[in-house]
């Protein structure tokens, strides 16, 4: 499928998605966040994708935000739709697919693009990053998740501060307050997160599924994540996954999981 806004590539496994509107700090407007939601589904669906790493063209921003360009003159109706659609669209999306997601975040990611950095599974990011939800300086609030998923990142209080001073923290801050994993250079980022993606894929995709569908249970209202987790557990003993690397241990072998 050939896209406008973003770039699709897969290989060796991982399917890169790089969002591609460098002129407008690859700001994602409606166009981007469809094109998005398809490119997505599609590396979700196909077998031989087994991790997914989103990233932004250039080498100045991941994301700087939702196209403010597109909703500034919305009304609150309009407002609530342009969440509910993008949280059902994309961010959620992401959240919830069953195809691990690493963020390579470039750049600025900023509103929409910090929003959808803490969508995927988890982040990493470059040294000239720079992170924010600055939403409130244009007289709004995140509406993409980001007032549920930056709390559960990096503790209330300091989602708190750094919504209300709508301020930017660096690579380095954000790596110390867990809101990435790592931290590299600008050359490094994609190798690493390749190199992350390359010790995801020696293990059972069916299992890794099912871990990340019980790990999200315990951050959804009225989901009892324990139960989640035992029914999750249950499940993979049904599996051919299960089957192969209990047997390779025993064998002394390594393990080539059929993904079933
Ligand atoms: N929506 C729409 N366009 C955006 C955008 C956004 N969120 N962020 C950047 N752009 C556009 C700019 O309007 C500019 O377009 P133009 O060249 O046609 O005028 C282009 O991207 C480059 O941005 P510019 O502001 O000139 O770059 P800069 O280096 O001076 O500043 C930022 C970089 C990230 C600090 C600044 O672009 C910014 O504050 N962006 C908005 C961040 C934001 O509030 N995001 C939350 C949205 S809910």
Sequence with gaps: MSYTNILSDTANGIATITINRPSKLNALNSATIHELHEAFKAAD??????????????????????????FADFSEEEGGKLAAQGQALLFDFVANLSTPVIAAVNGFALGGGLELAMAAHFRVASDNAKMGLPEVSLGVIPGYG???????????????????????????????????????????????????????????????????SAINAGFETGVDGFKAEIKQFGNCFGTEDFKE??????????????GK
């Excluded at 990142?153 to 380095?172: C, F, P, S, W, Y």
């Excluded at 020696?202 to 299992?207: E, H, L």
């Excluded at 209990?246 to 064998?251: S, Y």
């Design 45 to 70: 669906d196909d077998n031989d994708v087994k991790v997914i790493v989103i990233t932004g063209s250039g080498e100045k921003a991941f994301v700087a935000g939702a196209d403010i360009s597109e």
């Design 146 to 212: 980001g007032t549920q998923r930056l709390p559960q990142l990096v503790g209330k209080g300091r989602a708190m501060e750094l919504i209300m001073t709508a301020g930017m923290i660096d690579a380095n801050k954000a790596l110390e307050c867990g809101l990435v994993n790592h931290v590299t250079t600008q050359e490094e980022l994609i190798p690493l997160a390749e190199k992350i993606a390359s010790k995801i894929m020696r293990n059972s995709p069916v299992a890794i599924s099912a871990a990340i």
């Design 245 to 258: 690397g209990t047997q390779a241990f025993l064998n002394k072998r390594k393990a080539d999981f059929p």
